[in-house]
């Protein structure tokens, strides 16, 4: 299993842009299918996008869809979750993991090894 550690989140403003990092500091990402996810307290855990292993195929969320990019870096075992024109409803702690099987999908469940997240606020 790898173990994954996000970074880059923050404090910004409405229409702001911010990149978040997910490293895997143990283990290899280059032939996983890896997810983006975001959570508020009370709420469930909302699936932001996922990337497959060699980055051909992505797939985003609908509230997040057309503003926010994942892409990756395999040689440097690290994805990427660029996110632009925040808005105040973005605001909550990003998580990434590492898929479960070759397609996996918006379900949570369907993915492990979750860092420990890193929270963006964005608020005027």
């Known amino acids: 299993q790898v173990k994954l550690v996000e970074s880059g989140g923050g404090s910004v403003q409405p229409g702001d842009s911010l990149r978040l990092s997910c490293v895997a500091s143990e283990g290899t990402i280059k032939t996983i299918y890896m997810g983006w996810f975001r959570q508020v307290p009370g709420k469930e855990r909302e699936f932001v996008g996922n990337?497959?292993?060699?980055?051909?195929?992505?797939a985003y969320g609908d509230s997040v869809r057309g503003r926010f990019i994942i892409y990756r870096d395999n040689f440097l075992n690290t994805v990427y979750l660029q996110m632009k024109n925040l808005r105040p409803e973005d605001t909550a702690k990003y998580y990434c993991?590492?898929?479960?099987?070759?397609?996996?999908?918006?379900?949570?469940?369907?993915?492990?090894?979750w860092g420990r997240g890193t929270q963006v606020t964005v608020s005027s």
């Open positions: 990337i497959a292993w060699n980055g051909d195929a992505t």
């Open positions: 993991a590492a898929g479960k099987f070759y397609y996996p999908g918006k379900d949570p469940q369907e993915y492990v090894s």
